[in-house]
């Protein structure tokens, strides 16, 4: 007694149009996350250029800092860049599962960079508010006020606008960008407050701003480099995720059980191991097709899901 339209000519026909609509999702996956580097490396060049001539008529050392911040961005860009293109490609003869773990390399790296620049600016406040010579800081003009203001909108903006484009596509070191142009953001409202602290005549404000938006970016890298970690060692999806799985395999036709779900991340993919319960009276191939139709349903309904392996047990009541 085989499953109704789950015969072998229904399932090579879903493995076909899945096999056609992951390479599809591959390269728009690609093709975002490269328009959105792009976009970020020309804004944050300009951007940079804007704030240096800024700190440097207005004679603001903060704005010159975060102009420095800025530059940094067009770095870790790069590197994104670098770890989509990597992990993109496909499995070869000595990286036969892919390459996906490479993007997580990259956020690593995103972080760390991340992570020195946010001490940079800590260490760079408290050697100012410990030294006491306030007198001796120079009164910013209102250039470095505008700069200011206009850096936090364009690099919020560019915040929200790559968060966006790395929950599309699930990409770590596109999310870990994000961050680094939110951090850019929280570091020109520094400036902004030591600016116009400066101007009042409370010139100190700048420097214990400094401070506060250390422990900001450093909690930003750490959050990125926690979450690419987890994506290196195996960490098992979240539970809302393994629920929806389960309820998509026991609705499959012939399914009488889950003995057996394991899932892993990998990279930005998910790798999983399913062990299910068949009637064991129905023949081989009748039991693999149960098989194959939850394994081309999963892939489906999971579009982040890259491998997955399904064993049939029979079924002991």
Not at 181 to 190: A, M, T, V, Y
Not at 291 to 306: G, I, L, T, Y
Request: include cysteine; charge should be neutral.
């Amino acid at each position: 007694m085989s499953l109704p339209k789950k015969g072998a000519a229904e399932a090579a026909r879903l493995f076909l149009n899945f096999s056609r609509r992951k390479v599809w999702l591959f390269g728009m996956e690609k093709k975002i996350a490269m328009r959105v580097s792009l976009v970020s490396i020309i804004v944050n060049l300009v951007l940079s250029l804007l704030k240096l001539l800024a700190g440097i008529v207005a004679s603001s050392g903060a704005m010159i800092s975060d102009a420095v911040h800025s530059a940094s961005d067009v770095f870790s860009t790069f590197i994104v860049m670098i770890g989509v293109q990597i992990s993109s490609k496909q499995s070869d003869a000595d990286h036969q599962y892919g390459h996906e773990r490479l993007e997580c390399v990259a956020s690593i790296v995103l972080a760390v960079v991340l992570c020195i620049t946010g001490f940079g600016i800590g260490y760079g406040g408290l050697k100012t508010i410990l030294s006491g010579n306030y007198e001796e800081l120079a009164i910013p003009g209102r250039i470095a006020l505008a700069a200011a203001v206009l850096s936090i909108v364009v690099k919020e903006w560019m915040f929200w606008y790559t968060r966006a484009a790395a929950r599309k596509i699930n990409s770590g070191a596109l999310m870990a960008d994000a961050w680094h142009h939110r951090s850019d953001s929280l570091s020109s409202i520094g400036a902004l407050i030591g600016i116009f602290g400066s101007r009042l005549g409370y010139p100190v404000l700048d420097s214990v701003a400094s401070v506060i938006i250390c422990v900001f970016i450093v909690k930003a890298a750490y959050d990125i480099f926690k979450d690419a970690v987890d994506k290196m060692v195996d960490k098992a999806c979240d539970d809302e995720t393994i629920r929806e799985m389960r309820r998509m395999i026991e609705s499959q036709e012939g399914v009488l059980g889950i003995d057996l779900l394991r899932t892993r991340l990998f990279g930005n993919k998910i790798y999983v191991d399913i062990e299910i319960a068949a009637d064991g009276n129905r023949t081989l191939n009748e039991t693999h097709e149960v098989a194959e139709c939850v394994h081309h349903k999963m892939e489906q309904s999971f579009p982040n899901v890259k491998h997955c392996m399904v064993h049939v047990n029979p079924y002991r009541g």
